[in-house]
């Protein structure tokens, strides 16, 4: 039986996180695999830090869809993957890789997961997280600079140069995708509560499924 797989976007700092975890805790977590799409940043070894710093990271070709796609169809066939890991403080993909091991529900989670006809075509329920700019931006802020070693000012400009400009140009269209929009992110109760039944009431199903799977 393939996984079902779902495809979680909306802009930076928008809640997609919460509502990951909503779907975790829906399907039982040993039941899910989590794919985040920053994860696949492109490696960028051959490149000065000072250039990799100012590298455009909201945009298409930052990330590399080909290897996401790639271990998507190996989790879909039930065989494990090496994830990689990006280093956000190096701003440069890390050595190291996390294995991961095919499970009933897949999340694909990341601000341009439904940008690329590639990788929508194979999401069976798509997620679009909406939530005001200026909540985003505080939320990126504060993630920025506890987690990811980054000044405010930095951030800032960042936010500027690049952040704004590419969610209005490359995230906000495609809301148009979207099965499922959810305003306010994990503030949404009740928009979660019915997510969570339905990835519940597909859980049972799988279940159903392979229960007369193996008894015939």
């Known amino acids: 039986m393939r996984p079902l797989v779902i495809g979680l976007t909306g802009g930076t700092g928008s809640g997609k996180t919460t509502v990951a975890e909503a779907?975790?805790?829906?399907?039982?977590?040993?039941?899910?695999?989590?794919?985040?799409?920053?994860?696949?940043?492109?490696?960028?070894?051959?490149?000065?830090?000072?250039v990799r710093e100012q590298t455009n990271y909201d945009e298409p070709s930052a990330f590399d869809t080909e290897l996401l796609v790639a271990h998507l169809e190996a989790l879909l066939r039930g065989e494990a993957i090496a994830r990689p890991v990006y280093d956000f403080v190096r701003h440069?993909?890390?050595?190291?890789?996390?294995?991961?091991?095919?499970r009933p529900v897949i999340v694909v989670e990341g601000i341009l997961v439904l940008h690329e006809p590639t990788l929508r075509q194979r999401l069976a329920l798509k997620i679009f997280v909406d939530t005001p700019p200026d909540e985003r931006f505080i939320r990126r802020l504060t993630r920025d600079i506890k987690e990811r070693g980054r000044s405010a000012e930095s951030v800032i400009n960042q936010y500027r140069r690049t952040v704004k400009p590419m969610h209005d140009l490359f995230v906000e269209p495609t809301k148009q995708h979207a099965d499922l929009i959810i305003p306010e992110g994990g503030e949404n109760k009740i928009a979660l509560e019915v997510l969570c039944a339905y990835v519940s009431q597909v859980m049972r199903r799988l279940s159903a499924s392979l229960h007369e799977s193996v008894s015939s």
């Open 92 to 102: 440069d993909r890390a050595p190291h890789t996390i294995p991961l091991a095919s």
């Open 23 to 50: 779907i975790i805790a829906a399907a039982g977590e040993p039941q899910v695999t989590l794919l985040p799409q920053d994860a696949y940043y492109r490696a960028q070894p051959n490149l000065p830090f000072e």
